[in-house]
């Protein structure tokens, strides 16, 4: 069901656009696509600071709304805790001049400006106006079937499930156990006597592609030897790519890329590309509630881990979230891997995309429109 959000003027747009992005920003640019009286979504990007060439923050920051299908116009809404100077000549708007340089691309790219303003923690002002002046914001976000609580900030919902130690600690020894008895099951060393639980581990990883589909079932309850099989695939790569990319297509996508994983490995044949497309985010737009399911699961699996076993279920999240156009969680997931371990393989190429303003194809196709 489509909710339709309608906004008579700036005071009242500017309650709607928590609703939009899914959370309340703060010290962020945001930007809204429109396409005539039309948006759908928002695309957030972190205020421009000293470091930071402007104008090739400006050309990010359209190019970006430009590739969101039928765009033709575009709002602008910064939110600072920077305050808004006093002078003779009137208010100094915080960062009037990077959002002059946004404006300028916006108008030579052929982007109308629906409107351009700034919230602080003293009110809301436009920086439209000639003489601007700040308004309280007096308008709750309205409520949205399906969005829930929109009060945290960019980073609300990435922080990792609370767990308690006994639970990381069974989840420790059956991963131990997991692997042990693996190790020994491909060299025939196998006593007899290994233990039941890990022993029907062995049978959920006979059938990968069956494994990752049941897993979402239950993404928040897994038992022990189930998450401790999860984190085991997750930490082969091999295994793990066929994991995002079934979560991002289904059983047989996951059958197809464990096949051409397996090929590849074998005699380096050539992974299809379409296959290989999903990962870099092209083709098909996956079920969003399929990859949040997937999202939910590894974070589970990476709050239970160890701690030298989170790579993989926190590169996992951060691809997930990704894929979901929040890029802002994927940094986050990926700063924890960094903490970790900070050679580590696919983090290293998901941190370059993701500071390339590089989001998945779908994620500009209306009705989907990225937050980053």
Known sequence: MTTVLRASGSAEFLSIVPSLAGFTPTESLVLLPFH?????????????????????????????????????????????????HSTRDGLVLPFAVEVDEVLGRAEDA??????????????????????????????????????????????????????????????????????????????????????????????????????????????EDLPPFATAALLWCLERPLFRDVALTQWATDALGGARTLEAQLAFADTRSTVPDDLGDVFLGRGPTPDPERLRGALTLVRAAAARAPRTSRLGPLT?????????????????????????????????????????????????????????
């Open 36 to 84: 005539g009286s039309r948006t759908c979504g928002a695309m957030r990007l972190d205020l421009p600071r000293d470091d930071v060439d402007l104008r090739d923050y400006a050309d990010a920051a359209i190019g970006l709304v430009s590739r969101v299908d039928r765009t033709d116009a575009v709002a602008v809404v910064v939110y600072t805790g920077d305050e808004v």
């Open 110 to 219: 052929g982007l109308r400006i629906v409107d351009a303003l700034c919230v602080t923690t003293d009110g809301w002002s436009s920086y439209l106006d000639g003489e601007p002046e700040l308004h309280s914001i007096e308008h709750a976000a309205p409520e949205v079937p399906g969005i829930g609580d929109v009060s945290g900030d960019q980073l609300a919902g990435a922080t990792l499930p609370s767990v308690d130690l006994a639970t990381k600690e069974r989840v420790a020894r059956a991963l131990r156990d997991v692997t042990d008895l693996l190790e020994r099951s491909r060299s025939g060393d196998l006593s007899g006597v290994e233990n039941p639980q890990a022993l029907a581990a062995l049978v959920l990883l006979e059938d990968l592609p069956a494994f990752f589909e049941a897993v979402l079932a239950s993404p």
């Open 316 to 372: 996992a999240a951060a691809w997930l979230s990704w894929a979901l156009g929040r890029a802002s969680h994927a940094a986050h997931y990926l700063d924890l891997v960094r903490e970790i371990d900070p050679e580590y393989g696919l983090a290293a190429l998901l941190e370059t995309m993701i500071s390339a303003a590089m989001l998945p194809e779908w994620a500009f196709r209306r009705g989907a429109t990225p937050v980053t």
